[in-house]
């Protein structure tokens, strides 16, 4: 405590707890029509009897309360953030330009669709995009997020089966798989069966094959897989899948290793999620907000969840029309996920980027995502780190890769979690940690193309004197960090006794 | 290279030499030819960013938006001032970029303001615990029903038709999975039936969705049916409008166990539904139930107070397909613009805008009920939206209404028979505080003038078609 730093003795006071009785930073407009007595139009006995209590500050004050905040927070803007499976790229201020010009902040989401031709134009082009890249032809932009994408994935499954007079139990993933797909899996009524990995990373045929059976009613997969690995027999498990009547379903998390290199589409899959606020810049905001547009195969497009876009006019058949319009009129739909649109805000953002990019610059991007990984990972090896943290799965990683801390636990007695404190103190965000679950001690690494050699260069240095300086002296990683706002939290405390709200 | 990357020639050649390949193609050699795109991706080439720019501009200007003309348009979202301040922190790239807390002691002020966040919402719901935010509204309303689910396991729900049409659909559709059934109760002088209500709830009902405000603007008696549900050990959700939570009493207060809502009206613009947030707030009994991330307090090993994200065993990263939810992203940026939002308010704040809105709306109730042919669709309390009767025989005919108010630039507000038939010529008219007294006789004077021309053509033999 001797060496506190200014931002640690400046101890954390919530806005609950400044301000002063009869402050305000609201002026409310004037009551310009007649007065009337709140008794006259609503019972008293529907109204509030005492108020909320609200914080009660200026202006300034809230100011500089939030400024402050914000300021207790690493962001993508100030460092490197290789944070696994979540591609955090750089985020391009045009989109936040673009995205609040009033015609598109300030639209209504239920203004006449013959009075909002301009961004269902801009929905229409970013399905257009989409469906290119995932090599399907139908696309719906509704879901919120990736794990709501997953949702209606499921729930489009199950309504493809329903439709064939089926009724299967259970969903295929991978134990490698990312948490919100066995997630999804039990909130749409089915039971997970688990798919081991063999020993190159990837879907061990064999056990697919002794579980895939005429109770399956999908498989979800990502591929490249949470390891970072591109799965070479994805067409045989796509067939394998297929044989016994069962869907596909590709969760586009790690879509940014493979854009117009390899689609979803051409693997066989039925349908794919992508998250707009990975691959496709829409800033991550500190836990949202994100988009999952879905793409579908041609035997899924029925039951899309609805309004769909639609071209009306022209020659009469959709798709070629000048106007654009929703379509409810879809019998077969599995119905709303949400409620208008979806989160157009994201697909501005969206779809600025795939304009800006174009066909080849969102190829670069993969093939850069995939260069800086690879590349960082031979940085680590030639400094040594390899040694103590070696590739879980030692060959060429896509766009991401997973070490294995067990040497490192081993030989210098720091685990995973201090090796990511410590580099909170040489100003980093860490990459992942303890995920995939079947890595021990495992570290995802995701550079993202949009990083300089030099900082992939200086980050693997980082990591090598961590390492360095923990062969020396392991206490000063376990008791990490130093120079953060805080220092290790009682998360177990947290959990205990929760305080999940201020006592006013 | 694009301008979003950095690898130059000279970079790459060190780079590759350090993998040990000759080339980025042989990085993507363990991809099978079988699943490799045929051919370069149909799009167009990339632009500069001025050309960016000018074609979302362009795309932009084909939109009316609520700058371009007087609108009355809410049913689910309405055009609240934004505070510019709000615009200033939501852009800051310490709140805007950064992702999900996971690692706390670098990320102390997202997670102090979900806390803060958090405070507010139960002070607004009358309620003991809330979550870090969900996607939306009705997908919030939704999730609340999985909630339900979990809890007590029983087989149907029951929602009132007076609940957001999107939010009816959305329950249905994500209660389907897991195998529920769902009745609607219906609507009598706008508001709930409570005698429907009452004998559509028994012992297999697992929770009861009730909305306040009502999709048709009117104030619910959320007391008797409250009761009605709780006699049958049933969950009551309500669907709130956050803002109105300054003179309506909290659902809480009233016995509610869970209180969703969509929170678009604190704080976050309209961009044409999205994205804005869903709040989720519950009785203490329920917490270890709640989705989503959750943040709470603690203390560092020195003692300094701080945050974390809690209660992480319900979630699907850690418990999988034994989550509670499978919500991973959430909405958190804006959530603070909903936190910010009600500090800006405050506690007057926020009671003065509610008083305002009634009184503006309660202003142009009379007033549109005073033109010829209009009266009103339920004579209920109501806040800030209302609905009417336009005197015309069907939706066709609402809709060319609305179209003569938009040569005059002004947005009457939502046809009612999109969603109920049953009001054919039913009109939901919403009255912002941005919406002045000025607005609302100009919006009186054109609609009047719009029926008349409508009454007229409908008596002319040529049935009605304008020249």
Same mark, same amino acid.
């Given at each position: ?504 | ?120 919402? #139960?002070?607004?719901? @009358?309620?003991? %615990? $809330?979550?870090?935010? /969900?996607?939306? +509204?009705?997908?919030? !309303? =939704? &999730? ?30 994500? #209660?389907?999975?897991? @195998?529920?059934? %769902? $009745?609607?109760?219906? /609507?009598?002088? +706008?508001?709930?039936? !409570? =005698? &429907? ?271």
């Amino acid at each position: 405590m001797d060496h506190e730093t200014a931002m640690q003795r400046d101890r954390a006071v919530t806005i609950f707890e400044k301000g002063q009785a009869g402050r305000r930073a609201f002026s409310a407009p004037a009551i310009d029509v007649p007065e009337r007595s709140l008794d006259e139009l609503i019972p008293a006995r529907l109204r509030r009897k005492s108020p909320a209590r609200l914080p009660q500050v200026s202006e300034p004050e809230l100011v500089r309360h939030y400024v402050k905040l914000s300021r207790r927070n690493f962001d993508l803007d100030t460092g490197f953030y290789p944070l696994g499976s979540c591609t955090m790229k750089h985020n391009p201020r045009l989109h936040e330009r673009v995205a609040g010009l009033p015609g598109h902040a300030r639209l209504h989401p239920l203004q006449d669709p013959a009075r909002a031709q301009g961004a269902l134009a801009l929905m229409w082009g970013l399905e257009r995009a989409l469906s290119e890249l995932a090599g399907l032809p139908h696309v719906s932009l509704q879901p919120s997020a990736g794990s709501h994408g997953e949702l209606a994935g499921v729930l489009l499954t199950r309504a493809y089966h329903a439709e064939h007079g089926e009724q299967r139990r259970t969903v295929l993933t991978p134990d490698t798989a990312h948490g919100t797909n066995p997630a999804t899996v039990t909130m749409a009524g089915y039971e997970v069966v688990k798919v081991g990995t063999n020993a190159e990373g990837g879907v061990d045929l064999d056990d697919l094959r002794a579980k895939a059976d005429r109770d399956t009613a999908c498989l979800m997969l990502t591929n490249p897989n949470t390891l970072g690995l591109f799965d070479p027999n994805i067409a045989e498990i796509v067939r394998i899948v297929h044989d016994v009547g069962a869907t596909a379903y590709y969760d586009g998390a790690n879509l940014n290793a493979i854009m117009g290199i390899s689609r979803p589409g051409d693997m066989g899959f039925d349908i794919v999620h992508f998250n707009l606020h990975k691959s496709f810049t829409q800033p991550h905001g500190g836990g949202g907000p994100g988009s999952g547009p879905i793409a579908v195969s041609e035997r899924i497009a029925p039951f899309l969840p609805r309004p769909v876009i639609v071209r009306r006019g022209g020659d009469g058949t959709n798709g070629s029309g000048r106007e654009f319009d929703l379509d409810y009129d879809r019998p077969k739909s599995i119905g709303r996920l949400r409620g208008f649109q979806g989160n157009y805000g994201c697909f501005v953002r969206a779809y600025a980027y795939i304009c800006s990019l174009g066909a080849a610059g969102l190829r670069d991007a993969s093939e850069t995502a995939v260069l800086n990984a690879n590349y960082l990972l031979a940085r680590l090896r030639q400094l040594g780190v390899t040694e103590l943290l070696p590739p879980a799965y030692d060959r060429i990683c896509m766009h991401e890769f997973a070490l294995t801390g067990g040497p490192m636990k081993h030989e210098l007695g720091i685990r995973t979690l201090d090796l990511a404190k410590r580099l909170l103190d040489h100003g980093y965000h860490p990459p992942t940690v303890y995920f995939p679950l079947l890595v021990d001690e495992a570290l995802l690494v995701e550079p993202t193309e949009t990083e300089t050699k030099e900082t992939l260069d200086a980050f693997a240095q980082a990591v090598a004197d961590v390492l360095r300086e923990a062969r020396e002296d392991p206490e000063i990683a376990r008791n990490a960090p130093y120079t953060t706002p805080v220092r290790r939290l009682d998360e177990a405390g947290a959990a205990k006794h929760p305080v999940l709200r201020q006592a006013l | 290279m694009t301008r979003y990357t950095a690898v130059t020639d000279a970079d790459r050649q060190a780079m590759l030499e350090a993998i040990g390949v000759a080339s980025v193609d042989e990085l993507f050699a363990g991809i099978p030819q079988e699943v490799r795109a045929a051919a370069p991706l149909d799009l167009p080439d990339g632009l500069g960013e001025a050309e960016v720019y000018a074609h979302l501009r362009e795309l932009a200007a084909r939109n009316t938006s609520v700058e371009d003309e007087i609108s009355f348009l809410g049913a689910g979202m309405y055009d609240h001032y934004v505070p510019a301040l709000i615009d200033m922190l939501m852009s800051r790239s310490e709140f805007l970029t950064p992702y999900t807390p996971y690692q706390p002691e670098i990320s102390q002020g997202g997670l102090q303001v979900m806390f803060e966040y958090q405070t507010a919402i #139960c002070e607004l719901t @009358g309620l003991e %615990v $809330s979550n870090a935010s /969900v996607y939306e +509204g009705p997908s919030a !309303l =939704a &999730a609340a029903a999985y909630l339900a689910k979990l809890t007590n396991g029983r087989s149907r729900f029951v929602i009132s038709r007076a609940v957001h049409p999107h939010a009816r659909e959305t329950l249905v559709t994500l #209660c389907a999975g897991y @195998g529920m059934s %769902v $009745s609607e109760v219906p /609507v009598i002088d +706008g508001v709930t039936d !409570l =005698a &429907a209500w009452t004998s559509a709830i028994d012992e297999d009902v697992s929770a009861v969705f009730v909305s306040q405000p009502n999709f048709l603007g009117a104030v619910e008696d959320l007391g008797p049916l409250i009761e009605a549900a709780r006699s049958h050990g049933a969950l009551v959700v309500c669907s709130a409008d956050p803002l109105t939570l300054g003179i309506l009493e909290a659902p809480g207060v009233l016995g509610v166990d869970v209180c969703v809502g969509e929170g678009q009206t604190l704080g976050n613009r309209l961009d044409f539904g999205g994205p804005s947030f869903g709040f989720f707030a519950a009785r203490e009994e329920h917490v270890r139930r709640m989705p989503g991330r959750i943040a709470g307090e603690t203390a560092d090993v020195d003692g300094r107070r701080g945050f974390v994200l809690t209660l992480q065993t319900r979630e699907q990263h850690i418990r999988r397909e034994k989550a509670t939810s499978n919500i991973c992203t959430s909405q958190a940026l804006n959530a603070l613009a909903g936190v910010v939002y009600l500090s800006w308010l405050g506690r007057e704040g926020l009671v003065e805008l509610g008083e305002l809105l009634a009184a503006r709306t309660a202003y142009a109730r009379e007033k549109l009920a005073a033109l010829d042919g209009v009266s009103l669709l339920h004579d209920q309390p109501v806040v800030r939206e209302f609905a009417i009767s336009l005197g015309v025989p069907d939706l066709a005919a609402v809709r060319r209404v609305i179209a003569r108010c938009a040569v005059d630039h002004v947005n009457p507000g939502h046809p009612l028979a999109i969603d109920y038939p049953e009001y054919r010529d039913g009109l939901l008219v919403a009255v912002t505080e941005q919406r002045s007294r000025a607005d609302i006789d100009q919006l009186a004077e054109v609609l009047g003038r719009a029926l008349a021309t409508e009454r007229a053509a409908a008596e002319t033999p040529s049935g009605g078609a304008e020249a």
